[in-house]
């Protein structure tokens, strides 16, 4: 089992930057992949950024250039760098980590965008 605890949301306002962290409660070079979600009032949870243990990351079109994915295995913590914040990225931010073919959640952070 592997236990996400994110932190780093909050109240900001557009254009501002924020960073999120997940820590993890066992090494996460065993995890084959980590990502942020992100879910808004009323919508479906959708992926955001990802990243494998290989490190390539993958990105949802509409943070590309915005939002920076990265990992530090010594800390055992992933991180969401968010520049250029706008308004509709106000959501509830979910660290998902997969390990041997299992998904795993934290509780969620929320982020919210003012204009």
């Known amino acids: 089992q592997v236990q996400l605890v994110e932190s780093g949301g909050g109240l900001v306002q557009a254009g501002g930057s924020l960073r999120l962290s997940c820590a993890a409660s066992r090494t996460i070079s065993r995890l084959s992949s980590m990502a942020w979600y992100r879910q808004a009032p009323g919508k479906q949870r959708e992926l955001v950024a990802s990243i494998t243990r290989n490190g390539n990351t993958n990105y949802e079109d509409t943070v590309k250039g915005r939002f920076t994915i990265s990992r530090d295995n010594g800390k055992n913590t992933v991180y969401l760098q968010m520049n250029s914040l706008k308004p509709e990225d106000t959501a509830v931010y979910y660290c998902?980590?997969?390990?041997?073919?299992?998904?795993?959640w934290g509780q969620g952070t929320q982020v919210t965008v003012s204009s």
């Open positions: 998902n980590g997969i390990l041997i073919g299992v998904a795993y």
